[in-house]
């Protein structure tokens, strides 16, 4: 059983589409979060949910949306796609929204934009 | 926000070897977390520690909460340990993890 499963593992798409990622979690938790990597493996949060209400919400730019159904899911839509946004992006969960909470991530994301 | 810097930047180690990671905090945290970042790019949860130390197999770790500072330890390292151990934390108030830069190590046979 997968805890945090993230769809699709790859994805390849030409600059100005639009695409959208899927994140799933069977653990329980009511925290979910989207995360990038850029290529010198650095990683960011970008989005923080708990229990579908946005929490965190860094410096990215609107044309990413994150949007939660119910507590185990936290999608990411990402319009107008340019070459900067290649990176790979996580997905994660937690419980609890307090910091005492350990934290457990997807197999992650692999954007291409061409 | 806090500051996470991590320490070495690369590691090349001979199998066999033993080695020491370390990650030192700006500001106090209540979560603290190492991860392995395996050559397949997965994320994989080694230790959730706060505080204190705590031991799985040939990997340790010890968090010195007062002192602001984590240590990993790798023992008889093996070719599967190469990849990237990160560390991250978050404050009290808040519950989004910030990241070191990692360390990236490689197991030589």
């Known amino acids: 059983d997968t805890a945090v499963s993230q769809t699709p593992k790859y994805l390849v798409t030409q600059m100005g589409n639009d695409k959208s990622i899927k994140c799933e979690q069977n653990?329980?938790?009511?925290?979910m979060y989207w995360y990038k990597q850029d290529s010198k493996k650095f990683l960011k949060i970008m989005f923080s949910y708990n229990n579908k209400e946005l929490i965190i919400n860094e410096t990215v730019p609107n044309r990413f949306s994150p949007k939660s159904p119910d507590k185990a899911h936290l999608n990411l839509h990402i319009n107008s796609l340019e070459l900067g946004d290649s990176a790979v992006y996580f997905c994660a969960s937690s419980r609890g929204q307090g910091a005492s909470s350990e934290a457990f991530f997807g197999q992650g994301t692999r954007l291409t934009v061409v | 926000g806090i500051q996470v810097e991590q320490s070495p930047p690369d590691l090349i180690l001979q199998e066999g070897a033993n080695s020491t990671l370390r990650c030192n905090f700006s500001?106090?945290?209540?979560?603290l977390q190492w991860f392995h970042q395996n050559p397949w790019g997965q994320l994989i949860n080694l230790f959730y520690?706060?505080?204190g130390t705590k031991q799985n197999g040939r990997l340790s770790a010890t968090t010195v909460a007062t002192e602001r500072y984590s240590l990993l330890y790798i023992s008889s390292s093996q070719t599967t340990d190469s990849g990237v151990y990160f560390c991250?934390?978050?404050?009290?108030?808040?519950?989004?993890?910030?990241f070191g830069g990692g360390t990236r190590v490689l197991v030589k046979p």
């Open positions: 520690i706060p505080s």
């Open positions: 653990l329980g938790h009511d925290t």
């Open positions: 500001d106090s945290v209540n979560n």
């Open positions: 991250a934390g978050a404050k009290a108030a808040g519950n989004k993890l910030t």
